[in-house]
């Protein structure tokens, strides 16, 4: 399955600029601009590959549903933490985190929107594209994606309220 992602990413990054370097009404630019669009999306295909063949790796420990969850201490009908008898420390349970989770799934939105407009620059530098004008128009994207961090921001507020 990975060999046939890889090549599919391949024949885009690939295929897709040399198929419009042949077109005759691509604009002056064009070609070029695609072509860097590839490189940076090959690069961070591969450093992504990369990252997530060593988070998978056998000998990690590291996993998403961890770092999705928080760690929360036991305690009795009183309130009192309970403790392990044998090293009288809290026992901690694990428990999913919704903020967290409604965080991380706001990072990759908004981390999505990033690579477009990032992408939408390096393509108009090299076509010679008006882009401040269309830029500020971008802004309410990303303060209506910032918005998705708020349940994790209130959540850490409150961890620091507690008594």
Partial sequence: MKRILGFAMLVVLVGVPLYLAFQEAAPAGTTLGLWAISA???VMVTVL???SEALSSPGSSWSLSTALSEENVVKDKDGNPLRDASTAAPLVQTA????RT???IGSLVIAIVFLGVGYYIVYGLFTG???KNQISEIWPYFVAGGTLFAPYA???LKELVKP
């Fill in 96 to 99: 999913s985190s919704s903020s």
């Fill in 102 to 104: 409604i965080a991380f």
């Fill in 129 to 131: 594209a008006a882009i």
């Fill in 40 to 42: 940076v999306s090959l």
């Fill in 154 to 156: 209130v959540n850490q």
């Fill in 49 to 51: 590959w990369g990252v």
